[in-house]
């Protein structure tokens, strides 16, 4: 039999290493389809004998500058960022290949509170992530050339083929209706559209008066086939009931990414939408109960999570008649956002005016990642906000909270934002009230040169803004304790503002060193960020929180790097003092692995 051992040893080694051996975690590589050039990606399971496999890199556009607004269709600056997709069931190695350069000088991996740590080497960049996660690496700054990482949660849920209620797409390139990129498929009740990994399809979905509809999969609904000046939204919910939105990304769209108009259980999860065409924004509420929006990774050019009332800017106000036009109960938890031209989070600028407006209610945003709020320089400032309430066309805003925001980068813009007022671009009066906004620990870990005062301002003593709370926010490590120190202006008219700190403003834990993964041999970094009063001193330990028995030598800043590493596991937490308080962090677990 050695002849055909000797053959088949051949035919093996022919055959292209990712047909032979791909991973059930590498997601199929589409044809036809050009990948980014500057990026080589690939991963592993982490402590793995096997190879790196290589994961395709898309190339997806984004705005790269935008400075006037109300956007007409002219041209605008774009660029394309890349977008690697795959499952990560376990720990994984991610080792990324800059290809354009010859050395790397530095490497952001954003949330910083996934407390990444990158290894530099040449012009290569590896990484370990502990499971499903999304993350933008950043290489000398480059923040329109980055690269997305989107490691998804293997799907376990996924439908039979022959369910006559299932439109399945596999992997490849399809339209969804037709012959070209701008078919509209609509999907009735009980209907699931399913996008399966490595699947690239294209045009838009919609339904009306639908219930139990459901788009989800690990695949990409892609609308750059649409012309600008279509309007066309890619995803469409107009008065259905049990709406599920899950695990795919969006990317082209020309207009609104999402429309749900007085959807009643709508959950949208896991969504990714990376997106740079005009009036983009991601994920855009028009009336609707009972909300749950989590997980989510969105960077557009226009707004990223948005809750208005009856829109008569995308309906005609008769299409609102005898339609519910309020929203009530939503919650936003676990999301990162990235808007290169307008807010992150926005409540209240829309809603029928003719009938009296809407009421706005019940929303919370808490754990949110926002990685740029770049807004246009317009309007004294109207545009601005990472967290923006604007009520507009007689709505009425109340019990909104913000919770856990950690805003990363502000190119240009404020962090707040309140005001009752007739928006001239789009509303036709002012909003009537905004009432009981809390924000608690919010922090913005910098400052910007094109920073703008943050507002909160009325219309007219007819139109109140009260009640807002600042509970525990910081800027740069000192407590928002008044307007000046929270660079707030505020208007007249406003009232009962109050600003929570600590008792004598000793210290608090705003953000605590994450868990991370490094190789063994490596050195951790580890960072905390705490607010309070005056000079804020730091002591690392090496063990469980609260145990000072083993005090690290230069571990005094708020950033510490360990000695190199080769146990298994390591735990470290730092303590924070000022005059009037101590506190301490919680235990970071530094995990190794061997290469």
Not at 147 to 173: E, H, M, Q, R, Y
Not at 356 to 368: A, H, V
Not at 506 to 526: D, E, F, Q, Y
């Amino acid at each position: 039999h050695e002849p055909l051992t000797k053959c088949l040893s051949i035919f093996f080694l022919l055959i292209p290493y990712n047909l032979f051996s791909q991973s059930s975690w590498n997601y199929p590589i589409p044809s036809g389809i050009t990948p980014h050039p500057d990026y080589i990606v690939e991963a592993r399971i982490a402590g793995s004998k096997r190879p790196f496999e290589s994961i395709y890199t898309y190339s997806m556009q984004v705005c790269k500058n935008r400075d006037s607004w109300p956007g007409d269709y002219r041209p605008w600056d774009y660029d394309h960022t890349a977008v690697s997709l795959f499952d990560a069931p376990d720990t994984m190695e991610i080792r990324v290949t800059k290809t354009n350069v010859s050395s790397i000088n530095k490497v952001d991996i954003r949330p910083f509170s996934k407390g990444i740590t990158p290894y530099i080497s040449g012009n290569s960049v590896s990484f370990f992530i502990a499971g499903p996660t999304k993350l933008s690496v950043e290489i000398d700054n480059e923040m329109y050339r980055n690269l997305n990482i989107i490691a998804n949660s293997p799907d376990i849920n996924i439908p039979s083929k022959t369910d006559t209620n299932v439109i399945w797409f596999d992997a490849g390139v399809h339209n969804i209706v037709g012959n070209n990129g701008t078919g509209k498929l609509e999907l009735k009740t009980n209907k699931t559209l399913y996008l399966a990994p490595g699947a690239i399809v294209k045009g838009a979905v919609f339904a009306k008066n639908a219930e139990n509809v459901t788009i989800r999969g690990r695949g990409i609904l892609n609308a750059i086939d649409f012309a600008d000046n279509s309007y066309q939204w890619t995803i469409e919910a107009w008065r259905c009931k049990d709406f599920l939105l899950e695990g795919i990304l969006v990317t082209g769209s020309p207009d609104n990414t999402t429309v749900f108009s007085s959807c009643k259980n709508l959950i949208v999860r896991d969504f990714k939408v990376i997106n740079g065409r005009h009036w983009d924004d991601a994920i855009h509420i028009n009336a609707g109960k009972n909300i749950l929006i989590e997980d989510c990774y969105t960077r557009t050019a226009d707004d990223n999570i948005v809750f208005y009332g009856g829109n008569c800017v995308n309906y005609n106000a008769s299409n609102w008649i005898g339609v519910d036009q309020h929203v009530d109960s939503a919650f936003v938890r676990n999301c990162i956002t990235w808007s290169d031209v307008a807010h992150p989070m926005l409540i209240g600028t829309h809603g029928v005016y003719a009938t009296g407006g809407s009421t706005l209610k019940n929303i919370i945003f808490k754990n949110i990642d926002v990685l740029e709020h770049r807004a246009p320089l317009h309007k004294d400032a109207l545009y601005h906000g990472v967290m923006s309430i604007t009520a507009n066309d007689g709505n009425i805003v109340k019990n909104i909270l913000f919770e856990d925001i950690r805003v990363e980068r502000m190119t240009q813009g404020h962090i707040f934002h309140i005001q009752t007022n007739t928006n001239t671009d789009y509303s036709s009066g002012p909003g009537e009230l905004a009432d009981s906004i809390s924000f608690k620990r919010v922090s913005w870990m910098g400052r910007s040169k094109l920073e703008t005062p943050s507002a909160i301002k009325t219309e007219s003593s007819s139109h109140p803004v009260k009640n807002i709370i600042f509970d525990h926010c910081q800027i740069n490590s000192s407590w928002i304790k008044d307007a000046t120190s929270g660079n707030l202006q505020i208007g007249t008219g406003v009232e009962n503002i109050k600003f929570i700190v600590p008792l004598n403003e000793g210290p608090i834990v705003m953000i605590n060193p994450a868990n991370t993964i490094i190789k063994s041999g490596s050195r951790a970094k580890l960072k905390v960020v705490a607010a309070g009063k005056g000079n804020l001193h730091y002591q690392w330990y090496d063990g469980e929180s609260g145990d000072t028995s083993k005090p690290v030598l230069q571990g005094n800043n708020p950033e510490f790097t360990s000695p190199a590493m080769k146990a298994k596991f390591k735990k470290y937490w730092v303590k924070i003092s000022n005059d009037t308080g101590t506190v301490a962090s919680k235990t970071a677990i530094v995990t190794t692995f061997s290469k």
